[in-house]
């Protein structure tokens, strides 16, 4: 399926994508249950590698709408909040 614009392509592609992230602000089980599922069920369809572009598309723009409602809310700037996300998460 090809989508005819922005709305139809994110409609595609978040209802995953936000399944995943409501599972990751809960139990760190039922995240990893929901991806296994939403991961395996993308690998499962008739075109896996399709799925799988869209699950990465759909959570990327997840993130992205997230961030910049993060930005307005807090009144900082994307790049300051993806640093310190950065050094919270991902350094050790």
């Not at 995240?31 to 395996?40: A, K």
């Not at 799988?52 to 807090?74: E, P, R």
């Amino acid at each position: 399926m090809d989508p005819a614009g922005p709305d139809e392509a994110l409609a595609l592609v978040l209802p995953a994508a936000l399944e995943l992230t409501t599972a990751a602000a809960g139990d760190p089980g039922l995240y990893w249950q929901t991806m296994r599922r939403v991961v395996g069920e993308s690998l499962d369809g008739a075109d896996p590698g399709r799925a799988v572009a869209q699950l990465l598309f759909g959570l990327s723009a997840l993130n992205s709408i997230l961030l910049d409602d993060l930005a307005a809310t807090t009144g900082r700037d994307r790049a300051a909040i993806l640093a310190d996300l950065h050094r919270r998460y991902l350094s050790h």
